[in-house]
């Protein structure tokens, strides 16, 4: 079985496996207070262009929405999301749990427009009776969406405007943002994303790391004690090491980008060759995750030797699914794939 579900079904790079296996016996202070982490915050401050940001480690993406946006908002707060985004279907009410309301807005594709903020926070204040309401306190997004799909650098930057307009901290969720940076549209930089918002992650466990997201603290307000948030949280690892050599491994000398880039040029063959025989896409995605629309026989065959995630169902006979490249996706797994996609087509 050749496998496209999700972007983290291998373990982590080779080049990171290797650094992890060097620094086996090393001896280091815990807690994410040793060299290596040190320099990986270094590398990732210089990526970002933003010297002055906070760089903290944590394990897994729920772990790290959840500790950011409980980390800003008061208990009387919600945060605003697309309906699809993650925190409002597949983090099982991880929020929620915190006590805090995800105020949810339509998206056809994934994204956050900032007129639905600007609509959304002014109906709330307008509103005679608003301290009976949750309270808006931060906008969410995540870059790529849940869909694939991407913000130009102008849609991010007119809703950067709003958020600091209506004073809403905007929080973006980077799991797969080395895919985003590296889509054949994308006109963002990670300089950009750390100019244009107040809190961010770096996604490792999609992007080639074994484990690992680094969250980035822009704005000053929101840094003051956010390691001991993360404590209470359950969240401060005690081999911290171990996520700062990833992240050191990762972007050194550029290697978060290049695994990035393999990920989407692989997924662009896929794309090509559905394009080719005149398949549809639920969504005009270029990053690794794509959704194209096929008759469900033509499916039931493909799911004979390939495995991927149905996303939607279309009608009766047709189905949107996805098939996810990752860092590791071998270009032969890929060329099989696009042999049989011009055969049963």
């Known amino acids: 079985m050749i496998r496209f579900e999700s972007d983290y079904t291998e373990g982590a790079h080779e080049q990171i496996m290797k650094r992890l296996v060097e620094t086996n016996e090393e001896q280091t202070p815990g807690y994410g207070m040793d060299e290596h982490c040190e320099k990986a915050r270094q590398y990732i401050r210089k990526a970002c262009r933003a010297e002055h940001a906070?760089?903290?480690?944590?394990v897994g993406g729920t772990q790290a929405n959840t500790?950011?946006?409980?980390?800003?908002?008061r208990p009387h707060q919600g945060v605003v999301a697309a309906s699809t985004g993650h925190i409002a279907v597949h983090e099982t009410g991880a929020i929620e749990a915190t006590g805090h309301k995800v105020l949810t807005l339509p998206s056809?594709?994934?994204?956050l427009q900032a007129?639905?903020?600007?609509?959304?926070?002014?109906?709330?204040?307008?509103?005679?009776?608003?301290?009976?309401?949750?309270?808006?306190?931060l906008v969410y997004i995540s870059h790529p969406t849940e869909n694939g799909t991407t913000y130009s650098k102008s849609e991010l930057a007119a809703l950067s405007k709003v958020c600091r307009e209506c004073d809403l901290p905007l929080v973006i969720d980077g799991a797969r943002l080395g895919y985003g940076l590296a889509a054949q549209d994308s006109d963002l930089s990670l300089a950009d994303i750390a100019s244009l918002c107040d809190m961010f992650y770096i996604g490792g466990t999609k992007v080639g790391a074994l484990m690992g997201e680094a969250v980035v603290i822009i704005k000053d307000a929101l840094k003051k004690d956010f390691r001991y948030i993360i404590k209470q949280n359950g969240g401060m690892l005690a081999k911290?090491?171990?996520?700062?050599?990833?992240?050191?491994?990762?972007?050194?000398?550029?290697?978060?980008?290049?695994?990035?880039?393999?990920?989407?040029?692989?997924?662009?063959l896929i794309r090509e060759a559905f394009a080719a025989k005149g398949v549809c896409f639920r969504y005009a995605s270029m990053t690794n995750q794509q959704f194209p629309i096929l008759p469900n026989e033509i499916l039931r065959k493909l799911r004979e030797k390939y495995s991927y995630s149905h996303w939607?169902?279309?009608?009766?006979?047709?189905?949107a699914v996805r098939f996810c490249t990752s860092w590791a996706t071998k270009k032969e797994h890929v060329e099989m794939l696009i042999k049989d996609i011009k055969e049963l087509l």
Do not use: C
């Open 115 to 137: 007129e639905q903020v600007k609509e959304l926070y002014e109906a709330h204040w307008n509103d005679v009776t608003h301290e009976h309401m949750v309270q808006p306190g």
């Open 54 to 58: 906070d760089v903290h480690f944590l």
């Open 67 to 73: 500790i950011m946006i409980a980390s800003i908002l």
């Open 240 to 268: 911290g090491r171990l996520l700062g050599i990833q992240f050191e491994t990762l972007f050194e000398e550029g290697l978060y980008h290049d695994i990035s880039k393999h990920a989407v040029d692989m997924a662009m």
């Open 312 to 319: 939607e169902t279309i009608d009766a006979r047709h189905s």
């Open 108 to 111: 056809p594709d994934g994204k």
